[in-house]
């Protein structure tokens, strides 16, 4: 037992010393390793580096600076709309862009695509990805009426085989609609039931993102929380005493037939 730990120990030191030297990475984003678990919910996953990925509303990049060295195959960026009227989203855009302009050689594999829920819209080809993924966006598309439609574009843009993995804050099972929608939780059970009608089939869930500390009863629901912290200076060593969001990590799988 001692060597399994002194094990596992060693292994823990060895990947963090190994993501902390990776330069690539901007310095904030390595710093919430700790919470989002990046290395071990790509592995889970199975994402390898001969696949196809395309990632939902990739935001600021965070996840994309660690897909792009993990895959060799394309890394479809499933953006913001250039012609959105939100402010917001074309500023998420043009610094996402800029992001990838200033280090060509990390983002050589990157193609960017368009990704909107409210227009039912994904410009990747279907039949065509071996991997989907969406961290933390549920409960964006369901304030629209626009999570079902979601996953159905991301079923037709797989091939058959091909993956969905779905990463979201986790509200207590029993929560209502309008509750998931204004605290930003999302019942585990709903987001299996949206996959399912669209025509996945779970194949496995694993608790490498869950937050025990988490109660999901906060004033600002799950922006109270780093790193939004959305009470500013209100408990704010509370809220960094919990850190981010408890949440569900699924892996999906679309028929081979």
Known sequence: MKLM??????????????????????PDNIARDQYRHPIETLDFFAISEDMT?????????????????RIKGTLYAAHANPETKS??????????KKMLAANPARYNNVEMHVFEANAQLLTTANNTADAVLTFRNVHNWMGSNNDAA??????????????LGVVEHRAKPGT??????????????????????????LEASSEINANPLDT?????????????????DVDREQYLAIGESDRMTLRFRKPAQ
């Open 87 to 96: 402010s917001y989203f074309r500023r998420s855009l043009t610094n996402y």
């Open 150 to 163: 979601a996953f159905g574009l991301f079923f037709k843009a797989l091939k058959p085989g091909g993956v």
């Open 176 to 201: 209502d609609r309008d509750t998931m929608i204004k605290s930003g939780y999302v019942t585990q059970g709903y987001v299996i039931e949206i996959a399912q009608r669209a025509g996945f089939v």
């Open 216 to 232: 999901t009863k906060h004033p600002k629901g799950v922006w109270t929380l780093p790193p939004n912290l959305a009470l500013g």
């Open 53 to 69: 990925v395309v990632e939902i509303s990739p935001g600021g990049g965070w996840y994309t600076e660690v897909l792009a060295d």
């Open 5 to 26: 730990i002194r094990a596992v120990l060693l292994a823990s030191v060895f990947f963090l010393a190994a993501t902390q030297a990776d330069s690539g990475r901007n």
